[in-house]
């Protein structure tokens, strides 16, 4: 499939909807690739007005569909910009499955990928797929958040108030937002502008921009800042290893911003007053990029900084009308008293889940919506975990993936350190494989896949897709949540850091739960790695629906049916198969593929152990090579690591080509 324009001849390749599901004549919808700025996006029209864009291309992927990567194993995308065509267009690899686009009347694109099992089209990818994806939603110098508590998706940037109060409280927020103060740019030492990040959005329309991939984002900040119709600038291309280059430059109002997974960054230009600490918002404090500020100001602000670090009780808010969003749209704190009204003082009725780290409380704000309550243990937490409650709050906020749990509001009141977040109806995963017979009945086989897999995506953002390159350190069934979807939400990510002693040599003691800890996290090695092992502890888990304990008898298990070719013995048996399946079926054919995949992140060795991003792309793409396995380290973790008779030779590692 290929879209765009021949730009010698002047023809032109888009989809259009039908008029109705019956009528194929042409409808109101096109799906067009858009080449004004050098950067290509794809855009959906309504007649003559945009309903949706994708986001311009980074180099990887269109900048606000992200998930695009995950499928480019099997459908490799292919963007061409030169002097003779601009065209965007995918290929199909060997053994891929069949794939079509379509728009449908009602302005839907569907990415549709034939099932052979079932005989049916499914769904690969929807656009628009939230009300964020709506254009403009949220005006100009508006930001949208489809994971907010509240009904109220729209925020202001920093620096920036509703243009209408009024229609904003009715949710009428297309007017966008307002500049609170004038900026002062001169291009020259009287000037008082600055830079601040707002980290992990969909760039704004490129209509008001202007390209240049000679530069650097260093000299692309110089240039906007020398520039003082340059009201923000950005990355062009993203780098796999993380950073950019090129230079996007935008001189008009920044529309169609959103937070997205994996998002970029953008850099807002504001008065040198705005570019302190943001109202209402602790965590919110502002990366002042102004080459001009003198060196007696950037003392000062650091002062301030400290000192406004160090007191618990500014910046509070009022839970009246849902949490808050600040301007800077980071996460908002809370004050304990709202907390105790919401959970009625922590009451013992409200428990709904408890850990070495602390109660969960099931809460309800005063509109009706309900949220889960963490209520860290106070004898738990060290001295270090409490001072850097702060800066683990604020990265937790930036992880933003639609597998991992999102975190809502904090409050670091008094001794009080409580973690607010969305509610997840159906609780956590460990109920539905390890519990009563009809509960792990619950999830079937397809289920089963998708929440391995969903937690494999979840785990690879973390590691690979933030920018933090953040250790989750418990990784476990019970840290797995699920929405009323049935999807997976990882849980608890960040929170074990602050609950680690550190020991006389420096390094960190093990905080991983028995059964899921690896060798190297016994030596007080945690690396990404150790995620990797216990996401391999968890899948085995998933699949049999046993649990693994000290001694590791389930995988040793699972590696004897591995080595005996009894896959599908390993199978728990409550699990509701597809019709006809039979160890030969892709039921069989599924379960040996995950069950190697487990065992290869169980490996003794972290360097025997593939990347998470790599168990991805394997869970996803059917025609991967996977390497076989050695024979997993397995040990008691009461003691040490006790065995001597892991094969120690160093296992291929996944080839994905």
């Given at each position: 499939?290929?879209?765009?324009?021949?730009?010698?001849t002047?023809?032109?390749?888009?989809?259009?909807?039908?008029?109705?599901?019956?009528?194929?004549?042409?409808g109101?919808?096109?799906?067009?690739?858009?080449?004004?700025?050098?950067?290509p996006?794809?855009?959906?029209?309504?007649?003559?007005?945009?309903?949706?864009r994708?986001g311009?291309?980074n180099?990887?992927?269109?900048?606000g569909?992200?998930?695009?990567s995950?499928?480019?194993?099997?459908?490799?995308?292919?963007?061409t910009?030169?002097?003779?065509?601009?065209?965007?267009?995918?290929?199909?690899?060997?053994?891929?499955?069949?794939?079509?686009?379509?728009?449908?009347?009602?302005?839907?694109?569907?990415?549709?990928?034939?099932?052979?099992s079932?005989?049916?089209w499914?769904?690969?990818?929807?656009?628009?797929?939230?009300?964020?994806?709506?254009?403009g939603?949220?005006?100009?110098?508006?930001?949208?958040?489809?994971?907010?508590?509240?009904s109220?998706f729209?925020?202001?940037?920093?620096?920036?108030?509703?243009?209408?109060?009024?229609?904003?409280?009715?949710?009428?927020?297309?007017?966008?937002?307002?500049?609170?103060?004038?900026?002062?740019?001169?291009?020259?030492?009287?000037a008082?502008d600055?830079?601040?990040?707002?980290?992990?959005?969909?760039?704004?329309?490129t209509?008001?921009?202007?390209?240049?991939?000679?530069?650097?984002?260093?000299?692309c900040?110089?240039?906007?800042?020398?520039?003082?119709?340059?009201?923000?600038?950005?990355?062009?291309?993203?780098?796999?290893?993380?950073?950019?280059?090129?230079?996007?430059?935008?001189?008009?109002?920044?529309?169609?911003?959103?937070?997205?997974?994996?998002?970029?960054?953008?850099?807002?230009?504001?008065?040198?007053?705005?570019?302190?600490?943001?109202?209402?918002?602790?965590?919110?404090?502002?990366?002042?990029?102004?080459p001009?500020?003198?060196?007696?100001a950037?003392?000062?602000?650091?002062?301030?900084?400290?000192?406004?670090?160090?007191?618990?009780?500014?910046?509070?808010?009022?839970?009246?009308?849902?949490i808050?969003?600040?301007?800077?749209?980071?996460?908002?704190?809370?004050?304990?008293?709202?907390?105790?009204?919401?959970?009625?003082n922590?009451?013992?009725s409200?428990?709904?889940?408890?850990?070495g780290?602390?109660?969960?409380?099931?809460?309800?704000?005063?509109?009706?919506?309900?949220?889960?309550?963490?209520?860290?243990?106070?004898?738990?937490?060290?001295?270090?975990?409490?001072?850097?409650?702060?800066?683990?709050?604020?990265?937790?906020?930036?992880?933003?993936?639609?597998n991992?749990?999102?975190?809502?509001?904090?409050?670091?009141?008094?001794?009080?350190?409580?973690?607010?977040?969305?509610?997840?109806?159906?609780?956590?995963?460990?109920?539905y494989?390890?519990?009563?017979?009809?509960?792990r009945?619950?999830l079937?086989?397809?289920?089963?896949?998708?929440?391995?897999?969903g937690?494999?995506?979840?785990?690879?953002?973390?590691?690979?897709?933030?920018?933090?390159?953040?250790?989750?350190?418990?990784l476990?069934l019970?840290?797995v949540?699920?929405?009323?979807?049935?999807?997976?939400?990882?849980?608890?990510?960040?929170?074990?850091?602050?609950?680690?002693?550190?020991?006389?040599?420096?390094?960190?003691?093990?905080?991983?739960?028995?059964?899921?800890?690896?060798?190297?996290s016994?030596?007080?090695?945690?690396t990404?790695?150790?995620?990797?092992?216990?996401f391999?502890?968890?899948l085995?888990?998933i699949?049999?629906?046993?649990?693994?304990?000290e001694?590791?008898?389930?995988l040793l298990?699972?590696?004897?049916?591995?080595?005996?070719?009894?896959?599908?013995?390993?199978?728990?048996?409550?699990?509701?198969?597809?019709?006809?399946?039979?160890?030969d079926?892709?039921?069989?054919?599924?379960?040996?593929?995950?069950?190697?995949?487990?065992?290869?992140?169980?490996?003794?060795?972290p360097?025997d152990?593939?990347?998470?991003?790599?168990?991805?792309?394997?869970?996803?793409t059917?025609?991967?090579?996977?390497?076989?396995p050695?024979?997993?380290?397995?040990y008691?973790?009461r003691?040490?690591?006790?065995?001597?008779?892991?094969?120690?030779?160093?296992?291929?590692?996944?080839?994905l080509?």
């Amino acid at each position: 499939m290929k879209m765009g324009k021949n730009l010698w001849t002047g023809d032109e390749w888009y989809l259009t909807s039908w008029r109705s599901p019956d009528d194929p004549s042409p409808g109101s919808y096109r799906r067009v690739l858009e080449y004004a700025t050098r950067l290509p996006e794809v855009v959906l029209w309504q007649q003559d007005a945009k309903a949706y864009r994708t986001g311009p291309w980074n180099g990887r992927w269109f900048n606000g569909v992200p998930e695009a990567s995950t499928y480019a194993h099997d459908f490799p995308l292919d963007v061409t910009a030169s002097k003779s065509e601009i065209t965007y267009g995918y290929t199909a690899r060997p053994g891929a499955p069949l794939t079509r686009v379509v728009v449908t009347d009602a302005g839907v694109v569907r990415r549709l990928v034939w099932d052979a099992s079932s005989l049916a089209w499914k769904t690969f990818f929807q656009g628009p797929r939230d009300v964020c994806d709506a254009y403009g939603k949220c005006g100009a110098f508006g930001l949208c958040d489809a994971s907010a508590a509240s009904s109220a998706f729209c925020g202001c940037l920093q620096g920036f108030n509703p243009a209408s109060p009024p229609a904003w409280y009715m949710r009428e927020t297309s007017g966008g937002c307002r500049r609170n103060v004038p900026l002062n740019c001169g291009g020259n030492e009287t000037a008082t502008d600055g830079f601040v990040l707002v980290h992990g959005v969909k760039l704004p329309d490129t209509q008001n921009a202007s390209v240049d991939m000679s530069i650097s984002t260093e000299e692309c900040r110089d240039r906007c800042f020398a520039n003082c119709s340059c009201l923000a600038y950005a990355s062009a291309e993203i780098r796999e290893g993380g950073g950019g280059s090129g230079c996007i430059i935008w001189t008009g109002d920044l529309v169609d911003l959103r937070y997205v997974d994996r998002g970029q960054d953008l850099y807002l230009r504001l008065a040198g007053p705005e570019i302190a600490v943001p109202k209402g918002s602790k965590f919110a404090i502002a990366t002042v990029l102004a080459p001009v500020a003198s060196a007696v100001a950037i003392i000062l602000v650091l002062l301030f900084v400290i000192c406004w670090r160090r007191k618990h009780r500014i910046s509070r808010k009022r839970l009246n009308d849902g949490i808050p969003q600040s301007s800077a749209m980071t996460v908002p704190s809370v004050d304990l008293h709202t907390l105790k009204e919401a959970t009625l003082n922590f009451s013992e009725s409200h428990v709904i889940g408890q850990g070495g780290f602390g109660i969960v409380y099931k809460g309800q704000l005063p509109d009706g919506r309900t949220i889960a309550v963490k209520r860290l243990r106070q004898c738990a937490l060290t001295r270090k975990g409490k001072c850097d409650f702060a800066r683990e709050v604020e990265v937790m906020a930036r992880l933003r993936h639609g597998n991992l749990i999102r975190l809502l509001a904090y409050c670091d009141e008094g001794e009080e350190r409580i973690l607010v977040y969305v509610y997840m109806p159906n609780k956590s995963l460990d109920l539905y494989i390890f519990g009563e017979p009809s509960l792990r009945a619950t999830l079937s086989w397809r289920q089963r896949l998708d929440i391995i897999n969903g937690i494999a995506q979840g785990v690879t953002y973390m590691h690979e897709g933030s920018g933090e390159s953040v250790v989750h350190r418990d990784l476990k069934l019970q840290n797995v949540l699920l929405d009323d979807n049935w999807r997976a939400k990882v849980a608890d990510f960040g929170t074990a850091k602050l609950f680690v002693a550190e020991r006389v040599d420096s390094s960190l003691t093990i905080v991983n739960s028995p059964g899921y800890a690896s060798p190297e996290s016994l030596r007080a090695e945690m690396t990404l790695k150790c995620d990797v092992y216990s996401f391999g502890v968890v899948l085995v888990e998933i699949l049999s629906g046993q649990r693994n304990g000290e001694t590791q008898r389930l995988l040793l298990h699972a590696w004897g049916l591995w080595e005996q070719d009894r896959k599908m013995a390993l199978l728990d048996p409550t699990v509701n198969l597809p019709p006809l399946s039979r160890p030969d079926s892709d039921v069989g054919s599924e379960l040996e593929r995950c069950i190697q995949i487990g065992l290869l992140c169980i490996q003794e060795s972290p360097d025997d152990r593939p990347a998470m991003s790599d168990v991805v792309a394997v869970l996803t793409t059917k025609t991967s090579q996977i390497a076989r396995p050695n024979r997993p380290g397995i040990y008691n973790q009461r003691t040490r690591f006790v065995t001597g008779q892991a094969d120690l030779t160093r296992t291929t590692t996944i080839d994905l080509e």
